[in-house]
């Protein structure tokens, strides 16, 4: 399994953007890139995937590197909603089309006034 | 994106009783489910896979006999406890993976256990 490096911690002010990195050197070149988030009691919320290209949907843009190593999410504009841990997960094939997600423990974001 | 619902969101129970938690897939026919717990300020650990129509992968450690899971349809798994323990006490949560939609995994809401 392609396993992920996050920071355990960071900080951002609310209005500015968040940079939250992810580093996974070990991942092979058909796994995705994978990020959610969980707001404290909640299940985790879906954020974005991607492959090689970077990506960028209502929520936010993921930037993968070109050897893949490493992929930064971005926050454009954080509020205090976006306070939540966020989990970089790099997708494990079950066999097929079925893989499974295993969570590592995730960037704890908080974004302040 | 796709939504995914579990009920109840809260359960207490009794000390050698069993409890079922249902996970449903709202908008979308899920083949595949998956069931996590997670204790306080821990990641979430998966217990489980679950096919539609067939026994459930259970990850090692994970006993099946307490923790029974069934995938009966295309929008519905449960997970029973059974002889549940304090122990047991957890947040527990289901997702599905939608098949049309990316294969992209939905998380339910999650359903706090406890068990005095």
């Known amino acids: 399994d392609a396993k992920t490096t996050q920071p355990p911690s960071m900080d951002c002010a609310e209005g500015r953007a968040a940079n939250l990195p992810c580093n996974h050197s070990t991942i092979s070149g058909n796994e995705y890139v994978y990020w959610y988030r969980q707001i404290h009691s909640q299940g985790p919320q879906y954020i974005i995937h991607g492959l090689k290209n970077n990506e960028t949907n209502e929520m936010a843009s993921l930037i993968i590197t070109e050897d893949r190593k490493s992929s930064t999410l971005i926050l454009p504009h954080a509020t205090l909603r976006d306070t939540a841990v966020y989990y970089c997960i790099v997708r494990v094939s079950s066999g097929g089309s079925n893989y499974k997600l295993t969570f590592g423990k995730g960037t704890l974001l908080t974004v302040n006034p | 994106g796709a939504v995914v619902s579990q009920h109840p969101s809260r359960v207490i129970c009794k000390s050698g009783t069993s409890v079922k938690i249902e996970c449903r897939s709202l908008d979308f026919q899920a083949t595949t489910m998956f069931w996590y717990r997670q204790f306080p300020k821990q990641s979430l650990m998966l217990m489980a896979t679950s096919n539609e129509g067939s026994k459930a992968t259970y990850e090692q450690g994970v006993e099946k006999d307490k923790f029974l899971i069934n995938h009966a349809s295309l929008t519905l798994s449960t997970l029973t406890v059974t002889s549940a323990h304090p122990e047991d006490s957890s947040f527990y949560i289901c997702?599905?993976?939608?098949?049309?939609?990316?294969?992209?995994?939905?998380f339910g809401e999650g359903s706090w256990l406890t068990v005095v």
């Open positions: 997702s599905a993976r939608d098949p049309l939609g990316g294969n992209t995994i939905y």
